[in-house]
């Protein structure tokens, strides 16, 4: 109901036009011109406000409004509501180009943080941002008037250095880098005292204040932390609270370059339990340089804040919190062991105990990741066996925690961070790629542009055909996992397993039975596995057919084909011929296991069809070695209908690749068994049948098996006559009626003129063999600088050849795109001619020099 009315009232302010809201400015600046703008005039700002904010456009104010603006904000009598409004309104107009505001002479703070947020605002306009920063400084380092406070100022420096890092001086941060340290250690473990409101019942005598508390209600004895409670705050508690928030930005742009100083004998602070390792201040501190003492009490922060969360939190809020700065701890620890070498040895034995209590609870698993992160930067210098830290984390996590959206998110931002680091010094990130690829079927569209990035560091000879298999079953994974928590929520008198000799009708049965266990367990798996279980999971795909239409499955089924593209081209990086053999092999295999949604199987088949060109292109010599499978691939006629792209790929390259320029084993003797296998494909799709009995067949595999023949007939001449025969039959078939009841004019316009193109060129055995049959020694280069003579020939020879070919659509992507056009025929002719003419000419050359 709430979210429904925020809707139209944003859809209300959207939609103020123009005309309106200078009207309605004009009633603003008039409330502002008052004596004292009251209840009516903060009205008015809030709802100028709203139409500011949710204008997806820049809209521009009166100049006189701006003016007044700035004047009601910097006016010392003016409410602060109005003040805070004001500053909101300027806010969202930037950048503003009437703005005269300046930081220089506020004294105020709560004034100078309001003025420094709209200069902010206004851009990253260096010169601003640095003045604005040397105002709070200043501001923050001299003493300050009664009543005023510095914890209005911190979020303005937080802004100005993630805007400007370079906007302070060394001096500067040496300043603020002083004060942090004393805000983080020197804090009132008292709590704060209420302010009286001034009313009848209030009370002349206030209590005195008691001490903060930890989480699970015990009084706090050690220094104050953002973990310590109380029902008021103190100043200092204030300061302690918003200085730990930016530290971590701080010590990033401030904490200076790393530092290598010896160890001190740390390795035995920590004696196998967690002790307090809150340190009480000595001189030899206070005399550190302030980057090194900040660095210091911010250890100790840490570690007190590490050891708060040990605490039974009362109430959930303070348990979120716990979490919260936990992980914000680790990660500061990180960073001041990046910065000086000192730290490691306390950090490593501190956080290897830490994990040892949290691993186990799935509510920390969050914060599994900074302690994984430390360990990845440090484990080698603190001499610390870190696989069982990884093992937990790429095993447990993504297995019982993959449909946690966020932790999803940050899990695989880890692992593209991380990514180098991970396959250079532990196994486990490759081991356990199926646990990784849960969060991917589960949480498809916000992880995919992670996952591209992933992807390449995964993949290696040992892992690349598992992982092609995986991504072709990513759609059954997604499905496969809601079966699982499906599963899981059910009740216990439920969850008995199912009855053997009874066949699972529906998904949670097909979970439970001992007939799919198995078949589940690999599809679910957590690590990396050699099993072929290919065969186990083709009656599970049925079974989880019924979930194919869930719109979870249907998102992960849309990013298969991205991922598959990169797949073929990272491997194609590494691939040996073994490899490509195998994986060239899937292709046929796999294209008829597919999980059964038909926009996911036309996608796949047309990503593996062109993959499996770039495959042959990388190594012609397969067509030879997998005469077998391709013989039986392209000699089934139904694969035709149901996988045409990869059919008429596949067909392509046997015309291609099926020649001795690219394999001395190509003998006559194969060429005819190729011939004879397609000639039959294409016998059987031709043949004419009675008219309610005519299968539709596409058009494109019709004239790729023509041209194919075409190919392999010109390179051993015998079976001219064969495929001469058969082309010269082709006229009859588009005409015949059963044909043309079926394919359109434009379709059998298409068939007839590749025939007979094809036809004319076999007219000239000589030159179909020279445009068929690829020359290796054109393209050699030294064969071109011993052949000066021939040069022009032989440049000739080599555009001829390719305007043939993208004439008759014969490179893989041309003969896709449409049917021959009058000018391609003329082309087609006028090349054949010059042709001739080319080797008449050269002839007569060779005769003369002689």
Known sequence: MGTAAAESFLKQAREVQEDELNRFAARVAAQLQGPEPGPEAADCLQRLHLVLAASKRPRRLDAHLVELLQAVLCSPKCPEQIQLLCAAVLREMSPCDGLQLSCDGIHDTKLLSLVSSVLLAQGEEKAEVSAVGQRVVRALEGRLPEGQSSRYLLPILSNVISLSPEALTEEQTNVVSKKMADWLRYASIQQGVAQPSGGFFSNPRTRQPGPVTEVDGAIATDFFTVLSLGQYY??????????????????LCYGGKEVNTPNLGDTSEMDGSVVSVVSTSSTSSRLLPPKERLREKAFEYCQR?????????????DGDLQKACLIEAVAIMDIICKQDSSYVYRAASFLKIL????????????????????????????????????????????????????????FVLFCKDNS?????????????FPNLFKFLAWNSPPLIAEFVDILPFLLDAGTAIEIFHLLLDL????????????????PSSEKAACDPAVKPAACLEAFRSPLHRSAFQYLLRIESSSEDAQERLIPLRQLLGSLASSP?????????????????????EFADASLINQLVVLVLQRSDQLYEIPAFKDD??????????????????????????????????????NKEPIFTHVVWAIGEYMSVSYDKRCTVEQITRFFET?????????????????????????????????????????????????????????????????????????????????????????????????????????????????????????????????TLLLTPRAFLICPLSSRCHAVFFICTRSLLYIFELYSVNKRNSK
């Open 234 to 251: 103190t100043e200092d508690q204030w300061l302690n609270m918003q200085a730990f928030s930016m530290l971590r930005k701080w010590l």
């Open 305 to 317: 804040l590490i050891e708060q969360s040990n605490r039974q939190a009362l109430k959930k809020a």
């Open 355 to 410: 994990h040892g209590r949290i691993s186990g609870d799935a509510t920390y698993a969050r914060a599994l990741l900074p302690i994984a992160q430390f360990f990845l930067n440090h484990g080698e210098m603190a001499a610390v066996d870190c696989d069982a830290i990884y093992k937990h984390l790429f095993t447990d996590i993504p297995a019982q925690l993959f449909h946690n959206s966020s932790l999803a998110f940050e």
């Open 420 to 432: 180098q680091l991970f396959t250079e010094t532990s196994s486990i990130f490759r081991q356990n």
């Open 475 to 490: 759609p059954c994974l997604t499905a496969a996992l809601d079966v699982q928590m499906r599963s899981s929520s059910l």
């Open 552 to 572: 979870r499955v249907m998102q992960c089924a849309d990013t298969v084909p991205v991922l598959l593209e990169l797949f073929f081209s990272v491997v194609a």
């Open 604 to 641: 796949v088949h047309r990503v593996l069809s062109s993959q499996l060109v770039m495959l042959c292109k990388l190594r012609p010599a397969l067509i030879m070695e997998l005469s077998k499978e391709l013989l039986e691939f392209s000699g089934t006629v139904s694969n035709i209908q």
């Open 678 to 806: 397609l000639e039959a494909v294409l016998f059987e799709v031709t043949q004419l049948r009675p008219q309610a009995n005519v299968p539709s067949y596409a058009p494109r595999a019709i004239t790729v098996l023509m041209t194919a023949l075409t190919k392999l007939a010109a390179r051993s001449q015998d079976l001219i006559p064969r495929v001469s025969l058969f082309l010269s039959k082709m006229r009859t078939f588009v005409q015949s009626p059963a044909v043309t009841s079926v394919y359109c004019e434009e379709d059998r316009e298409e068939i007839l003129t590749r025939a007979t193109e094809l036809m004319n060129l076999l007219k000239m055995p000589s030159v179909a063999q020279f445009v068929f049959t690829p020359s290796v020694d054109v393209a050699h280069t030294r064969f071109q600088k011993e052949q000066t003579h021939c040069d022009l020939r032989d440049n000739f020879r080599q555009q001829l050849r390719e305007i043939y070919r993208s």
